[in-house]
């Protein structure tokens, strides 16, 4: 999911050849992200355009920053929005070379960031979101309140049997989600000693599919999951703690046995942007706001199939006091 090893590695939407992949954003779909080695937007880094390009990375909660940063450019500062779902790291190089203007919410990228911030200075800190990142391992809340102690990590072979599953190889599941995404699952599962095998859904998509239909037939399952995200307000679950994550303990990616860290998201503009881009730059600077009205549009877009645009607009119109300072 959004994570990255520590130490390694709206109303006139524009039409692009890019625009393809936007249509690829929304959460039941399985498109692939658009290539930025070989295509950008015309908007980008523009000079003198009343015009941004946003990334626009695949989970849900990412889209509604987007989705209302781009709402807000629009209707109250007349820029025209281009938004581009591409993967994390090529994002960065997108953004160092202005293909982009802006990433709206990072989870951590130290090696990019030494590259192109410190060396290159060709990207800038744009602030931070104002959500804080979290991944771990969850079980339903029904089944850890029936067995306390599944919550320690320690007890987790315990249940093995119970967690098994068809794609599980005898062993017990670990459900993770899109094979692209970086995790420590398997490294956890092999140095902690567990009989678990980390199976993949495919997607966000199909992972949380999958967690909806174990939680209606009230079956128990373990899987890696990520806070801030809707689905805990549609199936409640719970942390099981894994070893303390202490600075560095992640370092070395074969050798990890310690939790994710407790993440600030934060912002980064292309760096002639964030010079040159006027109120548009100043505002995404400016936009900040909380997991809870992250997960208030997450929820209009997945659960409500509202448009992004329109979970945007119905965000704005009963949130004014909240957005009206990230304008001034």
């Not at 690829?24 to 992200?33: P, Q």
């Not at 590259?115 to 339903?140: D, M, N, Q, S």
């Not at 320690?154 to 249940?159: C, E, F, Q, T």
Request: aromatic residues 10%.
């Amino acid at each position: 999911m959004p994570y990255r090893q520590q130490g390694r590695a709206p109303r006139r939407r524009a039409r692009t050849a890019l625009t393809a992949a936007v249509g690829c954003l929304v959460l039941v779909t399985g498109c692939g992200a658009a290539d930025m080695t070989r295509q950008s937007s015309p908007y980008a880094a523009a000079e003198d355009a009343r015009t941004v390009t946003l990334s626009v990375q695949s989970w849900v909660g990412a889209q509604a920053n987007a989705a209302v940063a781009a709402y807000l450019l629009e209707h109250e500062l007349d820029y025209r929005v281009d938004t581009v779902q591409v993967d994390e790291v090529p994002a960065w190089d997108a953004l160092s070379q202005g293909r982009v203007d802006a990433i709206l919410e990072d989870w951590g990228h130290p090696e990019q960031e030494k590259r192109y911030v410190a060396e290159k200075g060709t990207i800038e800190p744009g602030g931070e979101l104002g959500v804080t990142g979290h991944i771990g391992w969850f079980v339903p809340t029904y089944f850890a309140e029936a067995h306390p102690d599944v919550t320690d990590w320690k007890n987790l072979d315990k249940y093995a049997d119970q967690l098994r599953t068809p794609e599980s190889r005898g062993k017990g599941q670990l459900l993770d989600g899109s094979p692209s995404y970086i995790t420590n699952d398997k490294a956890l599962v092999k140095n902690l000693g567990l009989d678990f095998e980390v199976v993949f859904a495919g997607s966000e998509a199909a992972q949380i599919t999958q967690i909806k239909q174990f939680a209606k037939e009230r079956k128990p399952f373990l899987t890696y999951w990520y806070k801030p995200q809707w689905l805990f307000e549609r199936v409640p679950m719970t942390e099981v703690q894994l070893p303390a994550y202490t600075e560095g303990c992640d370092a070395d990616p074969e050798a990890v046995a310690c939790a994710y860290p407790h993440t600030p998201l934060r912002k980064f503009l292309n760096a002639r942007f964030a010079q040159s881009g006027g109120k548009a730059a100043a505002f995404l600077k400016a936009f900040r706001w909380t997991t809870e009205e992250q997960n208030e549009v997450s929820l209009m877009i997945a659960e409500e199939k509202l448009s992004p645009e329109q979970a945007a607009k119905k965000w704005v119109e009963g949130n004014r006091a909240v957005w009206e300072p990230w304008l001034r």
